[in-house]
């Protein structure tokens, strides 16, 4: 789940790793379940077809099986490909099955983080991570674990970031 150590600077160190909630993959899970049931179903109704219900049993299976890779394989794993990380430099997102996409913030382009959390997502232990960047562009991370955790961790990188202003007395010319 990491990201690479060689996708890293010399100098950088990751503080959070995550992927989205598992909860990402409960609609798949369901529609795998009603995929098998409705195709075991059909296959028992073939008993009438004699000779050609082994091949009627096998194109039943068939579609439902290349429905659950439309369907369940393809959400598992864009589920699984999607990493989400925070260094002390950078927000890092990686996604793709094949084609991989890569959107990387500097810490110190983050104006402001905030969090959304829904009923659902307060019974999962997740929310979606709300991402102000100083070009005015927002960024939504959905569904990540322990959301609160997370933002916890970019606000202590923002604060650490900020720079502490100084105040000083300029120097005074001298009259000669």
């Known amino acids: 789940m990491a990201i690479s150590r060689k996708q890293l600077n010399h100098d950088e160190s990751v503080v959070v790793s995550t992927r989205t909630h598992a909860k990402a993959l409960i609609r798949p899970l369901i529609v795998l379940a009603l995929l098998a049931t409705v195709a075991g179903a059909l296959g028992t109704f073939t008993g009438a077809a004699g000779r050609a219900q082994p091949l009627l049993v096998a194109v039943i299976w068939g579609v439902a099986a290349l429905l659950a890779l439309r369907w369940v394989g393809r959400p598992f794993l864009s589920w699984l490909t999607t990493t989400y990380t925070v260094t002390d430099q950078r927000l890092i997102t990686r996604a793709g099955i094949i084609t991989r996409r890569a959107h990387d913030i500097p810490i110190d382009r983050v104006s402001d983080v905030a969090y959304e959390r829904g009923l659902t997502d307060r019974l999962l232990g997740c929310g979606t991570l709300l991402v102000a960047v100083a070009s005015e562009q927002r960024v939504e991370w959905h569904d990540i674990p322990h ?28 009259d000669g």
């Open 147 to 174: 959301v609160e955790h997370v933002h916890l961790k970019i606000q202590d990188l923002l604060h650490e970031e900020a720079p502490t202003q100084v105040f000083s007395q300029p120097p005074r010319r001298g």
